[in-house]
């Protein structure tokens, strides 16, 4: 009994304030911390006016893909560890996936991968991205 009184006045302390009411709503990817991420930049800013390819491409990225892939293609997103998202920017990578076979992945997932319901569209600018992003 005794081993367990530091214990108990320990959470008793802790739980004479409330929570902050930001403590209390749900965690959003939006609320991840990105300071590791500065000075990485994404492969082509989606810039007003550029091509609109290069612009579906990274604005699909930045919505599914770099959570885990991170924002150039490392697997260094903040979930990508806990899936072991690949370095989609490896030569050598690159040259054992052709791009038939990643629209297969990206529309049918792979291992934690979940599948991405997008259109043609989108796929294509997404397999230009990574193909672009080969030795970054």
Do not use: Y
């Amino acid at each position: 009994m005794r081993r367990l009184l530091p214990f108990a006045l320990l959470v008793a302390a802790a739980c004479d304030r409330a929570p902050s009411p930001d403590a209390a709503r749900e965690w959003t990817p939006r609320d991840h911390d990105k300071a590791e991420l500065a000075g990485r930049q994404p492969i082509a800013p989606a810039a007003q006016g550029g091509d609109p390819v290069v612009q579906l491409g990274e604005l699909t990225w930045q919505q599914n893909c770099a959570q885990c892939h991170g924002p150039v293609g490392h697997g260094d997103g903040p979930n990508g560890a806990l899936v072991k998202a690949p370095d989609l920017t490896r030569a050598e990578w690159q040259a054992t996936v052709s791009d038939a076979q990643l629209a297969g992945q990206i529309l049918n997932g792979k291992g934690l991968m979940p599948r991405f319901e997008l259109p043609e569209s989108a796929v294509k600018a997404l397999i230009t991205r990574i193909r672009a992003s080969r030795g970054r």
